[in-house]
């Protein structure tokens, strides 16, 4: 499986959330509530890497199947 997004294996914060369809604020709680790693460039701008992306969607995959299983 190729981990990378529009062909970047680093996202920004705007492209985590229109990949993920979350709002900037969701994704800003995200990380507050460290629930995915991010990074930081200069001081200012934030990244996350596609690849815990992808792990954060797994494990929001797998707590929903639980709830409804």
Same mark, same amino acid.
Request: glycine letters at 2%; hydrophobic letters at 40%; proline letters at 0%.
């Given at each position: 499986?190729? !981990?990378?997004?529009?062909?970047?294996?680093?996202?920004?914060?705007?492209?985590? &959330?229109?990949? &993920?369809?979350l709002s900037m604020s969701k994704v800003y709680k995200l990380i507050q509530a460290k !629930?995915?790693?991010?990074?930081?460039?200069?001081?200012?701008?934030?990244? *996350?890497?596609?690849?815990? *992306?992808?792990?954060?969607?797994?494990?929001?995959?797998? !707590?929903?199947?639980?709830? *409804?299983?």
């Amino acid at each position: 499986m190729q !981990e990378t997004y529009k062909g970047k294996s680093v996202l920004s914060l705007k492209e985590f &959330a229109e990949y &993920a369809s979350l709002s900037m604020s969701k994704v800003y709680k995200l990380i507050q509530a460290k !629930e995915i790693r991010s990074y930081r460039k200069s001081n200012k701008l934030i990244y *996350v890497k596609f690849s815990d *992306v992808l792990n954060w969607q797994l494990c929001k995959t797998a !707590e929903v199947n639980k709830m *409804v299983g």
